[in-house]
């Protein structure tokens, strides 16, 4: 749900580089969430590319203020849709799996158990958890 707002604002909008994205993550049992933008170093500085991120974080948390019940449902059904898509190719079944190997947890039905569990998710958890923990660190970082 963050990707393409993200990318929007960051690739689109604001032009800082080819790569803009939102990845989750997980290290030794800690899940984070990283917002990537490559730029060109002699175009814009870490400090300008690391404002921007923070504003698209920002505009981010209004929009999911404003979001309706309906928007958020279509959202999570099409996260869903997603997640339970079979990969199409060998590289795209690594990158699904990867992470299980390379930390022993060897869930390799991880993607299907998310998809399972994220109809769950109320809305309102997931502002509470987006203001809670996403904006709460980004401001914390500023």
């Known amino acids: 749900m963050m990707h393409q707002p ?8 604001k032009a800082l580089g ?20 490559s730029s060109k170093v002699d175009r814009y500085s870490v400090e300008t590319v690391e404002k921007k991120i923070i ?10 203020e404003e979001m309706t019940e309906k928007q958020f449902k279509k959202s999570k059904e099409s996260y869903v849709k997603f997640l339970a898509k079979p990969a199409k190719s060998l590289k795209r079944q690594f990158m699904s799996n990867d992470r299980e190997v390379i930390y022993g947890t060897y869930r390799f039905d991880r ?21 809670g923990t996403v904006i709460s660190i980004v ?4």
Not at 139 to 142: G, T
């Open 111 to 131: 993607e299907a158990q998310e998809a399972k569990k994220l109809p769950e998710v109320t809305l309102q958890e997931f502002k509470d958890f987006y203001k």
């Open 6 to 13: 993200v990318f929007d604002y960051l690739r689109t909008k």
């Open 55 to 64: 504003e698209s974080t920002l505009i981010l948390e209004k929009q999911f």
């Open 18 to 37: 080819y790569i803009a994205c939102v990845r989750e993550w997980t290290r030794n049992g800690i899940s984070g969430i990283t917002i990537n933008c």
């Open 139 to 142: 401001l914390y970082f500023c």
